[in-house]
């Protein structure tokens, strides 16, 4: 590769895959937007009975109302907020274990590393809601935490997974023994080596599991495992809608919209992320 | 002259399978030696075990004394320090051998301001960059401040075994380890590498231990060789003995393999 390729390539790379960044961080954007207004501002009250049972879409009620004549709308809205608490809460929680664990597991003994691998695909053969199933019914009951631990538990998983054998990876090159040679500390390894070297893959993953917490989110709530009314979810607004799916079906449709958006959005903003957090992407292209 | 590096009876085993035994020879301050034996011969684990890198699984047994201390069963801590002073590495391949997500500049300047704490000389930015911009001028890299601001992708093979070099000479080490440093160039390339670590070690009066495979790589990088063969020292002796009287039925091979390319080639021509 000489120089001036590199020049010549980069500047058209870097546009043609701005746009996949762009249009995910303008749909995300868009329901951080809309989540935040929820705190203070919605349509209707999402509590209240605004207008009649199961009304078509109008002016006045832009996605119609529920079988209790609810805005729907306004339910929507507070979902994007939901999914999005959850969808963070659950990637801090799993990120911070499971990149915690992975790096344990990369720099432990062989014994503990066989230990610590052998206990996470224990846990990613374990599903999701059955996790989730579990932790509910070791606490009080279902709500906004136990989706946001339950979820987080099985992200960490997947996330410990990948940290390790990325980790691995990198502190097999030569560039780590120059280093602990020149006398750099472990501890300086992990910082100044291991982390820079896995944190683009580990970004697109985190990003790429947020998308995965928000169906998680909505599959729990379907089931009735995640947030309790009032606070509406996607995944509730979509079980209440079941039954009258042929008479109403937008009551279904509309919510499934703003769920598929959202995570849509994310895998663009995950895919956009990649090339902007990997330098040696950034200029080969 | 003071002895640097004393390896005696060196023995690296996996798993109770032997990989290089009963190893013993010394590199005086400011000595060059070579270290040659075909793949797999122990040479590079005998590096690695010099300065206590030895990969988990491997287990080392006998002496190893670097700059009058004991390397073998030594604590890690208490090797840190002794790394980079006593011996610096440089890899056989220049690709690995640099973190791919930090620029050139960046990668010397951490081992500039390692070796300026551990001296207490000045650690502030500006007197980095100097020192970094002198150190690459040193290795021969043309534009110096180019290729500090560079990616490693960026620039060619031989490039960054320059930096790769620099960045062993930001520590001073009294030893310098090359691994093979020239097998993954070009002959071109190879050949100005050489001449570079034969001259910055003439420079900065630094031992060199060379290990390599190709005889007249190291015929014209040292003084005194040792020949490997399967983990055990077969010859040792001063360059021109050894090359022109070979002892051992395996130097002897390794040298008339080298006479029957340089003849080939001759024919070629």
């Known amino acids: ?285 | 002259m003071t002895t640097l590096l004393d390896i005696r009876e060196l023995n690296i085993e996996a798993n109770g399978k032997k990989l290089v035994s009963d190893l013993s020879f010394t590199i005086a301050a400011g000595e060059r030696l070579g270290l040659i034996g075909e793949s797999g011969s122990g040479k590079s684990l005998t590096a690695l075990a010099a300065i206590g890198l030895l990969p988990e699984g491997l287990q080392a047994s006998g002496s190893v004394i670097l700059d009058n201390r004991q390397v073998i069963g030594a604590r890690d801590r208490d090797l840190v320090p002794l790394r980079g002073t006593a011996a610096a590495v440089i890899f056989q391949e220049p690709l690995t051998a640099l973190d791919p997500l930090m620029k050139i500049g960046q990668q010397v300047g951490n081992a500039v301001k390692r070796r300026a704490k551990r001296d207490g000389g000045p650690t502030d930015k500006a007197s980095i960059q100097r020192e970094v911009l002198a150190l690459l001028d040193q290795v021969a890299l043309p534009d110096p401040y180019r290729i500090s601001a560079a990616w490693p992708h960026e620039i060619s093979g031989g490039q960054r075994q320059r930096a790769a070099i620099a960045m062993a000479l930001a520590c001073k080490p009294k030893l310098l380890i090359a691994d093979e440093p020239t097998t993954a160039l070009d002959v071109t390339t190879q050949a100005e590498i050489l001449a570079l670590l034969g001259k910055l070690v003439r420079e900065r009066d630094m031992a060199l231990l060379f290990i390599s495979h190709d005889l007249p790589v190291v015929a014209g990088a040292v003084e005194r060789v040792v020949v490997m063969q399967h983990g055990r020292v077969v010859e040792t002796g001063a360059v021109s003995t050894v090359f022109d009287q070979p002892e051992h039925a395996y130097t002897q091979s390794l040298v008339a393999a080298a006479r029957a390319f340089d003849d080939a080639l001759e024919i070629a021509r």
């Open chain 1, 1 to 285: 590769m000489t120089d001036t390729a590199t020049v010549i390539a980069s500047p058209e790379g870097r546009k043609r895959r701005s746009w996949t960044f762009m249009i995910g961080a303008v749909i995300v954007g868009l329901h951080i937007v809309i989540g935040l207004l929820t705190l203070i501002w919605t349509p209707f009250d999402p509590a209240a009975m605004s207008g009649g049972r199961l009304e078509a879409a109008s002016l006045t009620h832009l996605a119609g109302t529920d079988r209790l004549g609810r805005d729907l709308f306004s339910l929507i809205m507070i979902g994007s907020r939901i999914a999005l608490i959850v969808g963070t809460g659950a990637i801090i929680i799993g990120g911070l274990i499971g990149m915690t664990i992975g790096l344990l597991a990369a720099f432990a003994s062989k014994t503990l590393d066989d230990v610590l691998a052998a206990g996470l695909d224990i846990l990613i053969a374990f599903p999701t809601l059955l996790l989730a199933m579990l932790i509910v019914a070791s606490s009080d009951g279902a709500s906004l935490w136990t989706a946001i631990v339950a979820i987080g538990i099985a992200n960490s998983a997947i996330v410990a997974r990948l940290t390790r054998i990325l980790a691995k990876r990198v502190l097999s090159m030569d560039y780590i023994t120059a280093s602990r040679i020149s006398g750099t500390s472990w501890l300086g390894v992990v910082t100044i080596h291991v982390l820079p070297n896995i944190w683009p893959t580990l970004l697109v993953n985190l990003a790429l599991q947020f998308g995965l917490a928000v169906i998680a989110e909505a599959s729990l709530s379907y089931l009735g495992l995640g947030t309790p009314p009032p606070n509406a979810s996607w995944g509730r607004l979509l079980q209440e809608a079941q039954g009258t799916v042929y008479s109403a079906p937008l009551g279904a449709i509309a919510p499934g919209i703003a769920l598929v958006s959202l995570v849509i959005g994310i895998n663009l903003l995950a895919d956009g992320l990649r090339d902007i957090a990997d330098p040696t992407r950034r200029s080969r292209r």
